[in-house]
């Protein structure tokens, strides 16, 4: 769905970002990297990148959303 603010988790929702995607899926997939940073600025689609890629490996695997966290200033577990 076009427009939504949530994080897009399937690749037709995904829109530009192939190249992208490739190279996550090979830097984790292929790779086995257990460990991968995916930076830039904010509002660009790096969670759904990160989501999509998750769905498509099928690997077992921990996402964390802490975007409710951005105005604190401490976080206590």
Known sequence: MLFDLRPKDTRSDL?????ELGR????????????TLVL???RVGKS???LVAIRELGLPSIYIDLRKFEERQYLVI
């Open 48 to 50: 759904s990148l990160i």
């Open 40 to 42: 830039g600025f904010r």
């Open 15 to 19: 829109f530009d970002r192939e190249v």
């Open 24 to 35: 996550v899926v090979e830097y984790v997939g292929r790779l086995g990297l257990p460990i």
